[in-house]
């Protein structure tokens, strides 16, 4: 999985959300982290997406997974519907083993003492949303991400990770 799509803080819009889904795939993202407040069905119908033709893994099904976040009020039924669409909830926290044996966590980030965590057990890869703006930053032994937000920004941002080359891409999201 060389290429993570990062995409977080939908809060309902799912045709923003479907338009940032489809510039990650166009960015041949391998698969896609929403890193929460998703605040609603219709973004989760806008995640449960097939690869394209130009994909290696075309016509199967996109692999996505989430975490919510505090927005996401009612997050039981979400992840219910969440799974009944194929899709992957590892809700609070998620992590990715990479090729290399470096570990990628991912959670929303307003659990505090979760980031603190991940950084004092010198996690590789850390990625979250909730501020709504895009960073890239190294904190002691921890790369951490955010990939930006669609709503309470100038411009909605989403982004993709090279893991094998640890290139960092942020993407805009037309709103019109």
Request: hydrophobic share 35%; aromatic share 6%.
């Amino acid at each position: 999985m060389p290429i993570i799509g990062l995409l977080s803080d939908s809060h309902g819009q799912a045709e923003l959300t479907q338009k940032a889904a489809n510039i990650l795939l166009k960015n041949h993202a391998d698969l896609i982290i929403h890193l929460g407040d998703i605040c609603s069905t219709e973004v989760l119908d806008a995640l449960a997406m097939h690869y394209p033709p130009s994909h290696t893994k075309a016509g199967t099904q996109v692999e996505v997974h989430l975490v919510f976040g505090n927005s996401d009020y009612d997050y039981k039924s979400l992840g219910v519907y969440a799974h009944s669409l194929g899709l992957i909830v590892d809700h609070p926290t998620g992590y990715l083993k990479l090729s290399d044996g470096r570990t990628l966590a991912y959670t929303h980030g307003h659990e505090h003492r979760t980031l603190s965590t991940l950084i004092a057990n010198h996690t590789p890869f850390i990625c979250h949303g909730h501020t709504h703006r895009k960073t890239d930053f190294q904190q002691d032994q921890s790369r951490i991400i955010n990939p930006g937000a669609f709503t309470r920004v100038t411009i909605p941002t989403v982004a993709t990770l090279n893991t094998d080359t640890d290139e960092l891409t942020f993407h805009p999201v037309p709103s019109s």
